[in-house]
């Protein structure tokens, strides 16, 4: 029993250890419908803002067209943000944490506030 209980507190700190560093921006598209922290550099974005939506895009991993995530920020979040994130977040290492989707086989995450991303040092 008390291999068990080890074995149980093993695979969890193990787990919880690995969900703490985040995944790479290439490793996003194996996580569908996860919520994962995903570290990686921001390599350009731009804001729609004559589109009908006017959203956001944030390149994560590698520049438009090859990045292999996509950061999205809606028009609605938009004003959450002090400053256009196409532009602060442009060249920086950062985490952020979020539910991923697909969007024309690629992976997405959305965000709602700068609070979400986390500037790595």
Do not use: W
């Amino acid at each position: 029993m008390y291999k068990i209980i080890v074995a149980i507190a093993v695979l969890l700190t193990s787990s919880f250890s690995l969900s703490a560093q985040g995944i790479t921006p290439d490793e996003a598209a194996k996580h569908i419908g996860d919520t994962v922290t995903v570290c990686g550099k921001i390599f350009g974005g731009k804001y729609f803002d004559k589109s009908d939506k006017k959203i956001t895009l944030l390149n994560m991993g590698a520049a438009y067209p090859k990045s292999p995530l996509t950061i999205v920020i809606d028009e609605d979040s938009r004003k959450n943000f002090s400053t256009a994130p196409e532009e602060f977040y442009n060249g920086k290492e950062v985490c952020i944490k979020g539910l991923v989707k697909e969007y024309k086989g690629k992976p997405q995450i959305f965000i709602t506030k700068e609070e979400e991303v986390v500037m790595k040092k």
